[in-house]
C-alpha cells in the first residue's frame, strides 16, 4: 500500500470541507429519529403485549 503525500491545498481544501460539514444542520431530525424510534416502538409493543397479558389474566379467574 503506498503512502499518499497531500500538498498544502489539499490539506486545507479537507479542513473546510470538515468545517462546513460540522456546520450543516440538516438532518438532525431524522438522525434524532432514527434513535428514539426504536425505543418508543419497543415501549409501545410493550405495553400492549402487557396489557394482553393482564387481561388474559383476568380472563382466566
Same mark, same amino acid.
Given at each position: !500500500? *503506498?503512502?499518499? $503525500? =497531500?500538498? =498544502?491545498?489539499?490539506?486545507? /481544501?479537507?479542513?473546510?470541507? %470538515?468545517?462546513?460539514?460540522?456546520?450543516?444542520?440538516?438532518?438532525?431530525?431524522?438522525? &434524532? +429519529?432514527?434513535? %428514539?424510534?426504536?425505543? !418508543? #416502538?419497543?415501549?409501545? +409493543?410493550? *405495553? $400492549? &403485549? #402487557? *396489557?394482553?397479558? %393482564? &387481561? %388474559?389474566?383476568? #380472563?382466566? /379467574?
Amino acid at each position: !500500500m *503506498t503512502c499518499r $503525500v =497531500k500538498s =498544502k491545498r489539499n490539506v486545507l /481544501r479537507s479542513f473546510c470541507w %470538515i468545517a462546513r460539514l460540522s456546520r450543516d444542520r440538516r438532518g438532525v431530525a431524522a438522525v &434524532e +429519529f432514527a434513535f %428514539i424510534a426504536p425505543i !418508543m #416502538l419497543a415501549l409501545f +409493543f410493550g *405495553t $400492549v &403485549e #402487557l *396489557t394482553s397479558a %393482564i &387481561e %388474559i389474566a383476568r #380472563l382466566r /379467574r
